[in-house]
């Protein structure tokens, strides 16, 4: 028996070209609204999906078996039966079909195909008129559905008809949807799901917002042909023509996350990819760039939302499809701001700052300002265009320069173009610097942020900045390698990728053992048996241990210069007395020290959380 839950497995199994086209269809159907098996979301959420592919199965089942043209016991029969003893539905229509079904009353027997079979038990075959407008709506869905899997009987096709001409006369006369003022012929099938194509030059805005309204529509129902996506986009660009964004300084970070979540309409991820946005996002809302009180907070939880039912949902892979509406609300919020033409200038500028063999690049940048400033891109009403005047100044002279090979950039003017960026180029620059001095009352109101520690890490260690440095040091089977894996699986798990080096025990069994009893194997978290010397892409990079590594205190000094922005956990061997090996400084130059003093606890004594314990054992 083929079932939902082992569909692919059993289907693999058959030669799809011996079935029958209309089997086969409904296997194209399956493969398309499942996205080939990756997610049966849709059957369980749409009760039309679910009709249809629930018909297909009993359908395919009857082929498979051989009983395709046997007449079915059971609840086939009794529908069958139902039809021919309740008394007929009146229908509308013209004189002769009137004939043809007083005719057709005294005929003893119907062909198959001229009768609701089992597959249409779907569908609804009251009186349209009798009909609500939501049951009219679903009742036409239901039909459409089933018609892409089986050819309609007669019966359903007026059915179809009847139910269409209803919908359409309940609509106002005026109403752009509504397709023809008079009735419908019953023997003509019209579908009210198309697209006429008009002439969208001569439409105001109104009309060509409707007009897409109803593009949508028709795409939520049908999905759209390529000359029909074509409109679509000629529509929008029409739409967005004559709407001017909001030009910013640095496009915030709600709309960076909504055009990340866009751009993802069509394409095929991995789990990996799914988690990697769910953690940025997550970060961004524990470092407040994205707050509760945001315009598109709605927005945001929705894409959270909507991420980790996937992420917990999908398999290995998955191909992402927005609904038509959920895309064009969003596609349109991106549109909203625009990044000034003069600050994407500026950043650039600073990019070149003490970089040599830079000449070139630079006499590209000065022209394409000059190209700007001429098409009036940067005009005199730009609030930056004292800056840019000064980048001007200053990259002509240095490509007219032949001594200078490096192009410099003041302290002071440098720290001015970035306080204009905000953020957006630390990356380049390093940290922020502190002020030397502040007033009380100033330094009170400063917010600093913290990595968002929770649970029995934040009740060891307190709750840290993201660029953190911890030491680890106990005796040999305390502990300190299965409370360092613990600690790194949390961090990957909610925090962001990890870096275990376990020189120590290399990659054997004894880690992948480690590994297991925790149950911290993550897409986030990788190890290694020694330092790479390229640590980008990781937030927290675990040492284990310092000593074997031969590592010391001015490598790890260099190590956190080098990576500003990242967090080490240093664990250290310890001598027969219990203290950790190597020089004091060690102790002073890190913000949190845990000891493991007994078998399977641990207490830290370091800047955030003085006193914190937890027993390593225990999950």
Sequence with gaps: MITIDNYFDEISRLDLSTLPEALQKGHDFVVKATSNGQSWEPYHTSEGVKKVIDLYVSKLNQAVHGKGSKKMPGKANKIQKEQTSSPKRKKRGTPAAAKQEEAADDTPEKHPEDTASDSESGIDFRDPQKMSSGELDEAYKTILQIEKVNELSSEAKQQKNEIF???????????????????????????????????????????????????????????????????????????????????????????????????????????????????????????????????????????????????????AKIKIELKPATFEEMKALTGEQKVLPSINFIKRYIGMNGKIGMKDKAGQLLDQINRAMDKSKITDNDPYIDEIHTLKKHLKAFTASKGQKALEIEKATLNGLNGILGCACQSLNGPEEKPVLMNS??????????????????????????????????????????????????????????????????????????????????????????????????????????????????DLIRLKAENPFKSFIFVFQTTKEGNFRGANSFQHDVDVVIEIPETGRAIQFGRFNQGGSVHIFQN
């Design 165 to 315: 001409r209803e919908i359409n006369r309940r609509l106002p006369k005026n109403d752009p949807n509504k397709l023809y003022s008079q009735d419908i012929s019953p023997e003509t099938e019209y579908e009210k799901w198309r697209i006429e194509f008009r002439n969208l030059k001569k439409m105001g805005e109104a009309e060509l917002e409707k007009e897409l309204q109803k593009v949508v529509d028709v795409w939520n129902y049908n999905g759209l042909t390529k000359e029909e996506e074509k409109y679509k986009e000629e529509l929008l660009r029409l739409l967005n023509k004559n709407k001017q964004p909001d030009m910013v300084e640095r496009i915030p970070e709600e709309l960076r996350i909504i055009r990340r979540f866009v751009n993802m309409d069509g394409k095929i991820k991995t789990k990996e990819d799914i988690l990697r946005f769910i953690n940025s996002l997550q970060k961004a809302i524990v470092e407040k760039r994205i707050r509760k009180t945001s315009t598109y907070a709605e927005q945001i939880r929705f894409i959270q939302d909507k991420l980790i039912e996937v992420y917990n949902s999908m398999k």
């Design 441 to 554: 009352m100033d330094f009170a109101n400063m917010e600093f942020t913290t990595i968002g520690l929770k649970g029995k890490w934040y009740d060891l260690i307190g709750d840290p900045s993201p660029n953190f440095t911890a030491m680890v040091f106990g005796r040999p089977k305390m502990g300190k390698s299965y409370l360092c894996i613990d600690f790194a699986g949390y961090l990957a798990r909610h925090h962001g990728k990890v870096l275990y080096v376990a020189k120590e025990e290399g990659l054997d069994m004894t880690l992948q053992k480690k590994l297991a009893d925790k149950n911290v194997a993550h897409p986030n978290l990788y190890v290694a048996s020694e330092l790479p010397a390229n640590l980008d892409g990781y937030s927290f990079i675990f040492l284990d241990s310092v000593n074997r590594l031969g590592l010391q205190p001015a």
